[in-house]
């Protein structure tokens, strides 16, 4: 497929979507939307692909919100359905079996600050800028913000950053725990990549299981979050690669995994 918005790019086990509207500052529309919930798809559906990698083109922006020029004259109904469409396009990314790293490289606001949280982790570069300045336009999150920033930081510092609308930097970021690591620019993608490989050489189905495990779990109470561990834990033991970890690892060899 060809995209307008996107750039998707696969080497080898590892995918890297773009979002490319630079001169919206990489803000996000109905298109692009639609554009990165196929690409999503076929990041999903690859057997090929392993992790996906997500930032923006440019130097400036990673996604500086929902398009406001589009949202600007929308219905109730319109906003609502403009709205249901990021938040499903975004749980796509979340629930996506493989891992997603958001590679932070500039302005991740509303939107852009909503699609960094629904990856599995987030790399920013010092530059990068995060907020939910929504209320500042007579609106709230709308992309998942008002679920995912109370769970990632807490709901007193949510709260605080969505009523006030105030930008923070990536070491505040770093900080409050919204990004796990800042590096520099010219390394953003590179790092990214480096942690990809890192994924990539283990076990894919034990790595999808651990994903699956913490985020079921995050949204459960612990007795039936152990119970999902134990049964994730004990489906490891149907795959070849439990067998061929172990085996490697008694006989002193790297392991070759397959998958299965
Ligand atoms: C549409 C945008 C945009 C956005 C920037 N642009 N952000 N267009 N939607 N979210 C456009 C500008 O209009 C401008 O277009 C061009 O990108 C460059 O932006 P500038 O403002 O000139 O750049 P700069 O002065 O460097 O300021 C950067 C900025 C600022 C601080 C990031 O652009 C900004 O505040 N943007 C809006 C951030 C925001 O409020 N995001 C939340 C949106 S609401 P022209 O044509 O003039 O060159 C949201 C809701 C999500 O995300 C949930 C929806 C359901």
Request: a negative charge; aromatic letters at 8%.
């Amino acid at each position: 497929m060809t995209y307008e918005n996107i750039v998707f790019n696969k080497e080898a086990a590892i995918a890297s979507l773009y979002i490319n509207r630079p001169q919206a500052l990489n803000a996000l529309n109905k298109d692009t939307l639609n554009e990165i919930r196929s690409a999503v798809m076929t990041a999903q559906t690859d057997p090929e692909i392993q992790v996906l990698i997500i930032s923006g083109t440019g130097e400036k922006a990673f996604v500086a919100g929902a398009d406001i020029a589009y949202m600007q004259n929308l219905t109730p109904v319109e906003g609502r359905a403009f709205g249901a469409l990021g938040q499903e396009v975004f749980r796509s990314i979340e629930t996506m079996e493989k891992p997603v790293i958001a590679a932070v490289n500039g302005f991740a606001l509303g939107g852009g600050c909503e699609l960094a949280m629904c990856c599995d982790f987030r790399i920013a570069v010092p530059q990068a800028v995060f907020g939910q300045p929504e209320v500042g336009l007579g609106i709230i999150p709308g992309f998942g913000g008002t679920q995912r920033l109370p769970r990632l930081v807490g709901a007193g510092m949510a709260k605080q950053l969505i009523y006030t609308g105030a930008n923070i930097d990536a070491q505040e970021a770093l900080r409050i725990g919204l990004v796990n690591q800042v590096v520099p620019a010219a390394t953003l993608i590179d790092y990214s990549f480096t942690l990809a490989q890192k994924i990539i050489r283990h076990a894919p189905q034990a790595v999808r299981y651990a994903k699956l495990a913490i985020n079921e779990g995050m949204q459960t109470d612990i007795d039936r979050a152990m119970t999902l561990e134990a049964d994730l834990f004990g489906l490891c033991f149907s795959t070849h690669d439990q067998t061929e970890g172990m085996t490697a690892f008694l006989e002193k060899r790297s392991p070759n995994y397959t998958g299965q």
